[in-house]
């Protein structure tokens, strides 16, 4: 989303294995870059002021010709409107039904929300003075996503009037099988089951004469029995695969046995087991032989098996000790074991916990001298993860890791140019979707050791300080479009009020931050200064 005006920016990432271009659908904005390759931040710029009373909406076409890959932005620029602001301006809501999300709406008046769009609702759907707006959402059937906007207007006298656009995600189909393979017994009656997770409509074929199925049609999850219908003594294991097909999903395959009666025999079940990632989680497999003895195996501190010895066909239970809190799945193996055959390995898979990869802040400044440094978080609960950046100004430490860590950004060489440089630096830990971080070096005018030369200008006292700061830039500057901000030291912005103009001079309060470095910055047209600030209390 644009601003109204003309010369409003944002920013569009683009993500590619090869070279990339792209097209502009408008003439109203412009791409700062057309073409590029891999990672890529691309600027874009409003070319004119939308006077209108509605959005105008646009397009970028991507396109990866040597991969034959495309992909569209919808590009929305705001209205120009007045005494009535809504924020965000798009809102995105999951394909099921009562998902939800919310709105604000800034105004001293009337106001009242509304949708021509039978598959949402807004609540309230109006009222006076600012407050916040919830939208809900029907289930999407359809599996491409759906666009639709809420009408914010005022009411009484002239009207003012703000749209929020809203986007649903498209259904995405689900049909997944589990286990992909089983075994039955040799006798008449023999059975296990199937686990069938599923958003649409599914079918079961079944080649078998020996082999019943119940159900063979559904929707959504369920639970499939085999079941052999008669004994199989015919000197040989017998297969039958299976096939379910989904409504728009990819089919799946399961493949049944049944062991042979008229030999002596030894098999499991089935070879992997899955269990819930929560403490107490419970799977079931069974051993399906005819000799007298066997006996069970496992190593695994989180596991434990019941019985872990038999004979003949017996039902085991497989039950986790303690909870799985990585965001990927863990294994555990039993080995079967019975005198005259080969070992037997069941794998018990665990699920994992609801992944999470975080990184904070997403933008960080380090100082223009060589040895400044700035640190940020990565939250995960994933065991390994990588940092890639090519910058040769910048050393990254560590630059892989596991779980949650604070990470270093020290620059190793000093900017002696009179502009700020910046990489974006991709934190990855497959199979999650990447994160990044810009890191931006500062201009050597900004701090250290030429900080002197802008002291009659812009000076600052007392420094250390136990609360309050005076801040003075020098009356040439009063009213001249000066922006000031406050930054802690890993680049997070310190909410206070910097206000030069009507006077030179102004005082920040610091009374409720903690002890610490912290470092205001004056932008004065193309020019930035910054001082550090030592806060001892």
């Known amino acids: ?62 396109a990866d010709a040597a991969n034959s890959l495309t992909d569209t932005v919808v ?35 009337g106001w009242a929300a509304s949708t021509s769009a039978a598959w949402l609702s807004v609540t309230p759907n109006g009222g006076t003075g600012s407050g916040t707006v919830t939208v809900s959402a029907n289930a999407n059937p359809m599996m491409t996503e759906r666009i639709d906007f809420i009408k914010v207007e005022t009411t009484g006298g002239s009207i003012n009037l703000d749209t929020v656009w809203v986007i649903q995600s498209g259904l995405v189909t689900n049909l997944e099988v589990s286990p992909n393979t089983i075994n039955l017994n040799f006798a008449n009656g023999s059975n296990d089951v199937i686990a069938l997770t599923s958003n649409t409509s599914w079918t079961v074929t079944n080649p078998a004469s020996w082999l019943s ?24 294991t017998r297969s039958a695969t299976i096939t379910v097909d989904g409504i728009g999903a990819v089919s799946k395959m399961v493949t049944i046995n049944q062991i042979d009666g ?10 992997t087991v899955f269990v819930d990632n929560t403490q107490g989680s419970t799977g079931n497999f069974s051993i399906l032989s005819n000799v007298n003895s066997w006996t069970l195996a496992e190593s695994t501190p989180w596991l434990l098996v019941n019985p872990t010895s038999g004979s003949q066909t017996e039902s085991i239970t497989v039950l986790v000790a303690t909870r799985n809190i990585l965001g990927i799945a863990r294994y555990a193996e039993i080995t079967a074991s019975a005198s005259g055959f ?13 992944p ?35 910058a040769a100004w910048l050393e990254i430490s560590p630059e892989t890791g596991s779980f949650t860590q604070r990470v270093r950004a020290t620059a190793i060489k000093k900017n002696t140019a009179s502009a700020q440089r910046s990489i974006i630096a991709t934190i990855s830990s497959p199979p999650l979707v990447p994160q990044t971080i810009k890191i931006v070096q500062d201009t050597v005018r900004s701090i250290g050791i030429n900080e002197k030369s802008f002291e009659k200008a812009f000076t600052l006292y007392p420094n250390p300080t136990s609360g309050n700061i005076i801040v003075n830039i020098g009356n040439e500057y009063i009213g001249n479009g000066i922006e ?29 931050q903690a002890n610490g470095i912290c470092f205001l910055r004056i932008r004065y047209r193309n020019e930035i200064f910054s001082k550090k600030i030592s806060l001892i209390k």
Not at 213 to 236: E, F, K, R, V
């Open 484 to 512: 000031a901000s406050l930054y802690n030291l890993i680049g997070e912005e310190i909410p206070v009020t910097i206000d030069f103009s009507n006077s030179s001079t102004t005082l920040i309060n610091l009374s409720d």
């Open 356 to 390: 999470f990869f975080q990184i904070a802040p997403d933008s960080i400044i380090v100082g223009a001298d060589s040895a400044s440094f700035v640190e940020f978080n990565i939250s995960s609960n994933m065991p390994t993860w990588t940092i890639s950046e090519g």
């Open 342 to 354: 080969p070992n037997k390995t069941i794998v018990v898979a665990q699920k994992e916990s609801t």
């Open 75 to 109: 590009i929305i620029q705001d209205t120009a409107t007045t005494g009535l602001v809504t924020t965000p301006d798009t809102i995105r809501l999951n394909a099921s039904a009562g998902s939800s999300n919310t709105f604000d709406v800034s105004t001293s008046l």
């Open 262 to 271: 008229s030999t002596p025999s030894f098999t499991s079940s089935k070879d």
């Open 1 to 62: 989303l644009l601003g109204a005006n003309s010369g409003s920016t944002g920013t569009l990432n683009i993500g590619s294995t090869g070279n990339w271009t792209g097209i502009e659908g408008d003439t109203w904005f412009s791409l700062g870059q057309s073409s590029g390759s891999g990672i890529s931040m691309v600027s874009l710029t409003t070319n004119s002021t939308n006077t209108s009373m509605t959005q105008r909406i646009s397009y970028v076409a991507l």
């Open 213 to 236: 199925l119940t159900p063979t049609a559904g929707s959504n999850d369920a639970t499939l029995t085999a079941t052999a219908t008669s004994d199989n003594l015919s000197g040989a």
